[in-house]
């Protein structure tokens, strides 16, 4: 259930990214359903390697490269979708890093607020310290 609502929140922010960025383009919100699984499967092979290939300079800025990878994830997935006759369009590089970042602000803040977190401490005796002298 909560991969379905993932997958619904990422559209919703896919939705607020497409009127705020300009250079973004959608069609109908099943149309965003389908971007948001496209993307997703891109995210988790693409973006993995890419990640994976760029771990030197990802760790020279400390993480900030993975917003170029994520902009440029977000543009292939713009590119497919209108391969596969999807309306959404993603218009360039910097469309696609600024409506990654919004997307995903949008589709985490739902996330955090819908889909509850099991934070309940483990339970037991709470572990022993040894003090060694």
Known sequence: MSVLLRFLF???GLLVACSFVPGLGHGTFL????VAVILAALNTTVGSFMKLIAI???ACSFGCFSLVINGLVFWLAGALSVKLGLNFTVSGFWAGVFGALVSSVIASILGA????????RPQGPPPTIKVVN
């Open 31 to 34: 149309d965003l359903l389908i």
């Open 56 to 58: 030197v300079p990802m």
């Open 113 to 120: 607020i819908f889909i509850p977190q099991d934070r309940r």
């Open 10 to 12: 990422s559209a919703i």
